[in-house]
């Protein structure tokens, strides 16, 4: 089992979420959050005065999936979030040891 | 019983004994709930049951000490009011120290209680702990308020008492400033509503905490006091929010006093709400909660307000009215004559706004009581009342509270009837924590609060609000903003046609029907772009800035999507969000003011088809068409029809050097149109003879054509009541701007006269100057934005400065916001953009116009 960790655009978790439903990906977690990549923000101009934009709102879309279907979450992910310009984001993968569903108990079942 | 009394309670036959009581007990009270009648008969009934059950025990337990002790019952056990499952709040006193045997009577008296799954609250002391008070254990100092004797020596319990009595004066302050410091943060966790949709029976502002808080205060009122009626009223409300929360109780076998939506259904069906449908059930109950809410926070408010007002305050009369003020507030010196004149209640309340005083619950309680006799028309029976009611609508402080008044006593239904079909109006969502009709004032408090302090992260929205030209406009549209929810589907919608009822009624103007329509009908469509759009697409933001056409527009949007969002609950509206949001209308605000050069009106533009299509007859199409064509469209958005017409009149036949001018009053200022064809210096010219007849500039906007064609529209205040004092003023600035235009006077002579005026002199500065240039958002046009500390001829000298470097003003936008002038000009030189070093040439002749004293030329 792998935690799928996605930082990408606001307008872009509709198109992620319908891309992880195709492939049946059951849960998901979204949180707002605030950050920069490499684009480090960036300089807008309200009044005639400059001001620069350094952490950027985005959401973070966090998935745990079977080894097996890893690699086509990831590029479902990317593929729905990508617009080609800088900020489109990050996809970090972490390994998982066990799940466990509250209610039931049941153990490493997604 | 008697069999096991006095005895150690230390077998199993004891404990199934003590089992079988509390059960018994338990029983009788779930057979009355089930009856729909667990009130407050019923819980005083189980009360004394349990406090057969503790004396039982205590009796048993008293062989471990020979200390004599009490043994009390404190909070909602104390006051007889146990439900089902609440803790078992316990006092235990003993007239001497702590030692083993006095541990051992605590444990034998706790450890039965706990066998038997109570929860027990237990406070263990000794009687010297009430020598001094215990001011940091404010929960503690009220719990001693509802002790009542159980078990014990009535000796000790008198003791306990001794130095709680209303005459010990410290005693009764910390009491009383406990009571109202516990109040306030826990209404503070409920963002200070009764309204929820979820609502906490016990802790929810007019709950049963606020019940009994309301009853201290009066208790505890020095000197001794009463409110009318009050006591009979908390009795319903009483019993109606215990009945409920035994069911919660029955329902949940738990101490659960959320009454959540599913309960809501259960509660509903128990208590034999009226309706066919479970949500009309639903919606009975919760209606006649929200009335009984009502009912104890209007206790409460009265009750906290006899321990302020401990000197009396005189009633002051408003001379030549039936209005006065008083300690309770503003209300009717006369009530007779108020009953017969309701057009003067909305007086009322304008009255306690400008004090900043609550409206006194004498005159809401008459409004109440005599409302139904009149019909809107009667509220508001001429175009000054109607106007009244626009400008009562001004966000300030206090706005939220006296139309929660207004709405409580009924008032504001009357005067805005659409606003009746969503009162108490549940919606069931993940997101609302609030009743339709809280939520819609909630987003007034949002508005309200950016006017007053304390907001320093909002300053960039406070701002935004302090710059509306009528901000009464965008409070009336939260108003009817959600009036369309009493329908499921396409609320906007059905808000829009409902707001035009009102605005009908209202003999609302064109712009402000068109303001209040747009931003009801588009008021989920910033959220909808800012969260859910990608705004980094510039065709995303100008589509966004056609929508909202104007940047007025586009600050009431802004301010209304964020006041929306943050009325949902405490919670929803993030600094995320807000950040989104102020992206979103930072993006719109350069589109509006620096791209929309490039976007001209051409003759299949829709706009122009209905233009064309309402076109008076004395207006041929081609001519129309002719004035419209290579104008940015910006200007069909802002501009009327009746006005486009006009200005189109206005530019018939124009030649070389003539000027034809229109001029009208509006409001308190006055609007000029001029159009004329272009040549150098013009702009320049025609600001300096505005300001030469002493008018100063708050806003506008000036246009030129691909053809030359000038449309400039000025709206002004004016400083020296030239207009006001001479009724031939339009054909003599008319004659002034046709000289100067066509070079016969030279306004920059015209001028230097003026230099002497107090009204023309700089002003210290106060805003520091700032002009930056922009050649990325038009294709065309250089764009230079100055932000400057506005006095009278800014606009002259600066333009007067851009002819002198060669430039040609081809589009201008002028605003005013407060003390600072914001100008956008769109330049050419030679009909192609700005070179850096034309605009470094530009940017130090205007910067060190700006920062000298007394330029005037």
């Known amino acids: 089992m792998k935690l799928v960790k996605a930082i990408i655009r606001p307008n872009k978790v509709d198109d992620v979420k319908d891309a992880l439903d195709k492939l049946h990906v059951s849960g998901m977690t979204v949180s707002e959050v605030r950050g920069h990549g490499r684009q480090k923000g960036h300089t807008a101009v309200y009044r005639g005065k400059e001001y620069n934009v350094s952490l950027l709102p985005k959401m973070e879309v966090e998935v745990v999936v079977p080894d097996d279907i890893l690699d086509s979450t990831i590029q479902a992910i990317i593929g729905a979030a990508r617009t080609g310009e800088i900020g489109d984001g990050r996809v970090f993968v972490t390994e998982v040891e066990h799940a466990y569903h509250i209610r039931t108990g049941e153990r490493d079942v997604i | ?140 100092l009220l719990a001693l308020l509802d002790a009542r004797l159980l078990a014990g020596d009535a000796a000790v319990m008198a003791q306990v008492r001794e130095g709680l009595q209303p005459s010990n004066g410290t005693w009764r302050e910390h009491v009383v400033d406990a009571l109202l410091s516990l109040t306030e943060q826990r209404h503070a966790q409920f963002n200070q509503t009764i309204y929820q949709l979820e609502p906490d029976l016990k802790n929810a ?134 009953a017969l004149e309701p057009a003067s209640w909305l007086q009322v309340f304008e009255l306690a706004l400008l004090e900043n005083v609550p409206v006194a619950p004498a005159a809401l309680a008459l409004m109440e009581q005599h409302g139904a006799r009149y019909t809107v028309a009667q509220y508001l029976p001429t175009a000054v009342d109607r106007q009244r009611l626009m400008q009562l609508l001004r966000p300030r402080p206090g706005l939220y509270a006296r139309l929660s008044e207004m709405h409580d006593c009924g008032l504001l239904s009357r005067v805005f009837p659409e606003f009746q079909a969503i009162s108490c109006r549940v919606t ?62 396409n609320h906007a919608e059905e808000s829009v046609r409902m ?120 207006l041929g199409e081609h001519e129309l068409a002719s004035f419209l064509e290579g104008f940015p469209r910006r200007y069909l958005a802002r501009v009327d ?59 506008g906007s000036a246009m030129t054509s691909p053809a030359g064609l000038v449309l400039d529209i000025f709206e002004f205040t004016d400083q020296e009541r030239f207009f006001q004092f001479n009724p031939g003023a339009t054909p003599q600035v008319e004659k002034l701007l046709q000289d100067v235009v066509a070079g016969r006077q030279d306004v920059a002579a015209l001028l230097l006269r003026k230099e002497g005026s107090v009204l023309y002199r700089r002003q210290p500065q106060r805003v520091a100057p700032v002009v930056h240039f922009d050649s990325g958002h038009s294709q065309r046009y250089t764009v230079m934005e100055i932000v400057a500390q506005d006095t009278l001829g800014l606009l002259y000298r600066i333009s007067r400065i851009i002819s002198r470097q060669g430039c040609d003003v081809d589009l201008v936008l002028i605003s005013t916001e407060g003390n600072k002038a914001i100008d956008v000009f769109h330049l050419t030189k030679k009909r192609a953009k700005l070179s850096e070093a034309d605009e470094g040439a530009l940017k130090e002749a205007l910067e060190q116009m700006l920062e000298e004293t007394h330029e005037t030329r």
């Open chain 2, 205 to 338: 502002p007019g709950g049963l905490r606020d019940l009994a808080a309301a009853r201290k205060l009066v208790a505890l009122a020095d000197p001794p006091a009463s409110v009318n009626g009050d006591a009979e009223r908390l009795v319903g409300a009483e019993d109606f929010l215990l009945r409920v929360r035994s069911v919660l109780h029955l329902e949940t076998g738990r101490n659960l006093n959320t009454l959540s939506h599913s309960l809501q259904e259960k509660a509903a069906e128990r208590l034999g709400c009226p309706g066919e449908q479970s949500q009309q059930r639903v919606e009975a109950l919760m209606g006649e909660y929200f009335r009984h809410a009502r009912i104890v926070m209007r206790a409460l408010a009265r009750a906290r307000g006899l321990g302020a007002a401990k000197v009396p305050v005189p009633a002051r009369l408003l001379p030549g009215t039936n209005f006065e003020l008083t300690a309770a507030g503003a209300g009717f010196a006369n009530m007779v004559r108020a």
């Open chain 2, 1 to 140: 019983m008697s069999a096991t009394r006095d005895r150690e309670i230390d077998t199993e036959e004891d404990r199934r004994h003590l089992a079988a009581l509390l059960d018994a007990a338990r029983q009788e009270f779930v057979a009355d709930i089930e009856r729909g009648l667990g009130a407050a008969s019923a819980h005083v009934r189980f009360s004394d049951r349990i406090d057969a059950l503790v004396r039982r025990i205590v009796d048993a337990a008293r062989p471990r000490t020979s200390t004599p002790f009490a043994v009390a019952a404190l909070g909602g056990y104390g006051r007889r009011l146990l439900c089902l499952h609440s803790d078992i709040d316990l006092l235990i006193v003993f007239d001497g120290r702590i030692l083993p045997a006095e541990e051992q009577f605590v444990k034998a008296m706790l450890h039965p209680l706990w066998d038997l799954r109570l929860m027990v609250g237990h406070q263990v002391r000794v009687l010297t702990d009430f020598d001094e008070l215990e001011p940091d254990n404010p929960e503690f």
């Open chain 2, 428 to 489: 069931r969502d993940f997101y609302h924590k609030y009743t339709v009709d809280e939520h819609t004032l909630l987003t007034i408090r949002t508005l309200e609060r950016l006017r007053g302090p304390g907001q320093p992260s909002r300053e960039r929205f406070s701002t935004m609000l302090g710059e509306l030209q009528a901000p009464e406009r965008l409070v009336l549209a939260l108003l009817f903003h959600d009036v369309g929810k009493w329908k499921v589907e």
């Open chain 2, 641 to 699: 029809a009746e006005h486009v017409y006009r200005h189109a009149r206005l530019a018939r036949d124009i030649h070389p050097d003539e000027v034809h001018l229109f001029l009208e009053p509006k409001g308190e200022t006055w609007e000029l149109s001029v159009v004329t064809l272009d040549k150098p210096y013009l702009f320049s010219n025609i600001s300096g003879v505005l300001s030469y007849f002493g008018m100063n500039i708050l806003r």
């Open chain 2, 499 to 618: 707001a035009q009822t009102m605005l009908d009624r209202m003999d609302a103007t064109a712009d402000e029907r068109q303001d209040v329509e747009f931003l009801i009908g588009q008021h989920l469509q910033m959220s909808r772009v800012a969260f859910r759009r990608d705004t980094e697409d510039p065709h995303v933001v100008q589509r966004f800035a056609q929508l909202v056409g104007t940047e007025e527009r586009l600050k009431m949007l802004s301010l209304m999507t964020l006041a929306d969002i943050e009325a949902v609950s405490p919670d929803t509206l993030t600094l995320w969000k807000e950040e989104l949001l102020w992206r979103l209308y930072v993006d719109t605000y350069s589109q509006l003011t620096f791209g929309y050069g490039d976007e001209t009106i051409d003759p299949g533009h829709a706009a122009v088809a209905s233009l064309q299509a309402r076109r008076p007859p004395d």
